[in-house]
């Protein structure tokens, strides 16, 4: 099970954190990933991490921007939001996969049901 919070209401150039939760998974065998989705858009690949060694990977939108982590101890996934932007409009997905550095929605059997960040002018 995935549980994400954090989104919220925010200003152009402010920051935001997102959280997700996983329980029931082993999680050293996935890489987690940010997903996100706007109103009439289709779902897109945000961020991406490989749990066992962090190793990271971006979209070129948020590169430089945004950063994504996780607490192994906590079974928590986090993704910094800087200089948000009104594209950054949409609901957040965190996501699992056994496919390493994947961007494809298919290869992410396991998804959180999402949580909205919107940024006003």
């Known amino acids: 099970q995935l549980v994400e919070s954090g989104g919220g209401l925010v200003q152009a150039g402010e920051s935001l954190r997102l959280s997700c939760t996983a329980s029931?998974?082993?999680?050293?065998?996935?890489?987690m990933a940010w997903f996100r989705q706007s109103p009439g858009k289709e779902r897109e690949f945000v961020a991406s991490?490989?749990?066992?060694?962090?190793?990271?990977y971006y979209s070129d939108s948020v590169q430089g921007r945004f950063t994504i982590s996780r607490v192994d101890a906590s079974h928590t996934l986090y993704l910094q939001m800087n200089s948000l932007n009104l594209d950054d409009t949409a609901v957040y997905y965190c996501?699992?996969?056994?496919?390493?550095?994947?961007?494809?929605?298919?290869?992410?059997?396991?998804w959180g049901q999402g949580t909205q960040v919107t940024v006003s002018s």
């Open positions: 996501a699992a996969s056994s496919v390493t550095k994947s961007t494809t929605i298919k290869d992410y059997p396991f």
């Open positions: 029931g998974l082993s999680l050293r065998r996935y890489t």
């Open positions: 991490i490989r749990w066992i060694d962090a190793m990271t």
